[in-house]
Each structure stands twice: as structure tokens, then as C-alpha cells.
């Protein structure tokens, strides 16, 4: 009795989480992309939002909601944002953002952004990976193109 309403209770989360995820932009499988994306930037510490382009609506989510949640430094001006906050002010016509800065003072951890259109669709993304092996933005934003059009998100 108790491994059966362990089970039913398990479903309802997981229901409740999928429930909550975006569908994914239309004609694109998100298991292929969440693949494409692992597996050229993946890493625990990483978030990558898409939305429409002139919209906060997200249409896919890669990473944590804690980690897509978690306020990182924004480099330059930025005192801090999130990876959500990038993606609002993003200006969809702009080329993009990559930016990198260190995140520990002795230079041990850092944090990249990437952000800008999709190519080929009325979409933008933005996304930040931040740790000892974070990679720069400007490299994240080059793969996660990469990955894109692999996924066949062009």
C-alpha cells in the first residue's frame, strides 16, 4: 500500500513539473534539442530560455529552475540579473550579447551570457552557465547555434 501511493504521489509531481515546462518551439523535437544542447554547452550550472521574439513567452527551457532562477553577475554595468532578465531586454533585431566576467575573486569561477536571435525563426534565446568551467559567452553563443540548427530550430 505505501509503494503504491509513493508511486501515484512520484506521477503527480512529475505531471505537475511537465505540466509546467513549455511545449517546445513548433515543428522541433525537445528531446533532440535538450541533446544538442548537452551535448555542446550541458552542464548543471547552465540555462538556455527561447521565447518569441518581442515577448517574454518561453517556448523552451533548458537547465533547472533553480539554476534558471539564481541571480548571477550581469559583467560590465550589470550588477546582477537573471538569465530571464537578459532575455526581456533583449532587443530581437540586435546581433546579441556575449559577455563573460568571473564570478570568485580569485578568478577560480566564472560566468558566461549568450543571447540574440534564432536564426531563421521569429524566436530569441538567452542563456548563462556559470562555475569553475564555465565557458565564455561568446564560444556558449556560437554552440547553442550550433545546436539550433542541429535540432532543427532554423
Do not use: H
Not at 501511493?5 to 505537475?16: F, K
Not at 523552451?60 to 548571477?72: D, H, I, K, P, Q
Request: hydrophobic share 45%.
Amino acid at each position: 500500500m505505501v509503494r503504491w501511493a509513493a508511486t501515484i504521489t512520484l506521477s503527480a509531481a512529475a505531471l505537475l513539473i511537465f505540466a509546467c515546462s513549455p511545449a517546445g518551439p513548433e515543428g522541433v523535437d525537445t528531446s533532440v534539442l535538450d541533446r544538442e544542447i548537452g551535448q555542446r554547452i550541458g552542464d548543471p550550472s547552465t540555462c538556455v530560455l527561447v521565447a518569441e521574439a518581442g515577448s517574454t513567452k518561453i517556448v523552451y527551457r533548458y537547465g533547472t529552475n533553480t539554476v534558471c532562477a539564481r541571480t548571477y553577475p550581469g559583467c560590465g554595468d550589470q550588477a546582477g540579473r537573471t538569465v530571464a532578465d537578459l532575455l526581456k531586454g533583449l532587443d530581437p533585431t540586435a546581433e546579441g550579447v556575449a559577455t563573460s566576467c568571473p564570478t570568485a575573486a580569485d578568478g577560480s569561477r566564472s560566468v558566461g551570457w549568450a543571447a540574440g536571435p534564432v536564426a531563421g525563426r521569429d524566436l530569441v534565446f538567452a542563456a548563462v552557465m556559470e562555475g569553475q568551467r564555465a565557458l565564455p559567452g561568446m564560444i556558449m553563443a556560437d554552440r547553442l547555434a550550433s545546436a539550433f540548427a542541429a535540432a532543427g530550430l532554423e
